[in-house]
């Protein structure tokens, strides 16, 4: 695949970790390799050398770079702090791309599974629409629970996804999105939230191959064993 010139990426690297025990999980190895690392790899041959950004906890941004030069030496990949909540990550991320930029990518590190297909397929819808992001439709049944987590009611999952990463949008629409979202000290929990709220008209993009985001302790185990049988057959990109 050839880099293009309008493409950012940014990969947010920023959450607490603390459903997965403490230690920050992207620093867990898959096949010996750190989680975070898969996706920049896969990533890196859709823009250009100076279009993509790391968004990690100000500690931590050392023990990063030192990751990355350690597995990826070629790559000069921007890595810059995040912030308070998950809007002022992503803006600063977003403040660090080229002028040139006009569509950016926003990839979840947790999600080491994710291709660069199905990024450039997005990128294709988020040039049709205003943008567009990764998902697929929901298959188990879904129960709505009341405070005592009984069952109040069976949800229709007809019209119901779930969603992923990596989302694509139009970089200018994005940022004030986000101004927007900073300014009404709103935060959301994912890029494609903070611009339904504007009105923009986003599109979902299905792609059959598993998405896994690491989560809980041995999720890393299940991606190994999704890696492995893909190193030995099927190609990732």
Not at 46 to 64: G, H, K, N, R
Not at 112 to 125: G, H, S
Request: charged share 25%; hydrophobic share 40%.
């Amino acid at each position: 695949m050839s880099a293009m010139s309008d493409l950012g990426i940014v990969i947010a690297a920023g959450g607490s970790s603390s459903r997965y025990g403490g230690a920050n999980k992207l620093f867990d190895k898959i096949d010996g390799i750190p989680v975070f690392i898969f996706s920049i790899a896969d990533f890196a041959c859709l823009c250009l050398p100076d279009s993509m950004v790391l968004v990690t906890p100000e500690a931590e941004i050392e023990e990063f770079r030192r990751y990355l030069n350690q597995y990826l030496p070629h790559l000069d990949i921007k890595v810059v702090p995040g912030g308070p909540t998950r809007c002022h990550s992503v803006r600063n991320g977003l403040n660090a791309l080229p002028e040139r930029i006009e569509y950016v990518a926003i990839h979840d590190a947790a999600r080491p599974l994710a291709t660069a297909e199905i990024l450039k397929k997005c990128l294709e819808e988020a040039r049709k629409y205003d943008g567009a992001i990764a998902g697929r439709p929901l298959t188990d049944t879904i129960k709505k629970t009341s405070s005592d987590q009984t069952i109040a009611a069976t949800v229709c999952r007809a019209d119901l996804w779930g969603v992923e990463t990596p989302q694509v949008f139009q970089l200018n629409k994005l940022r004030k999105a986000y101004d927007a979202a900073i300014d009404n000290e709103i935060n959301y929990t994912d890029d494609a939230g903070v611009m339904e709220a504007c009105g923009y008209k986003l599109k979902l993009v299905h792609f059959p191959q598993s998405n896994l985001k690491i989560t809980w302790p041995g999720d890393t185990s299940v991606a190994e064993a999704i890696i492995r049988h893909q190193r030995s057959g099927i190609c990732r990109n």
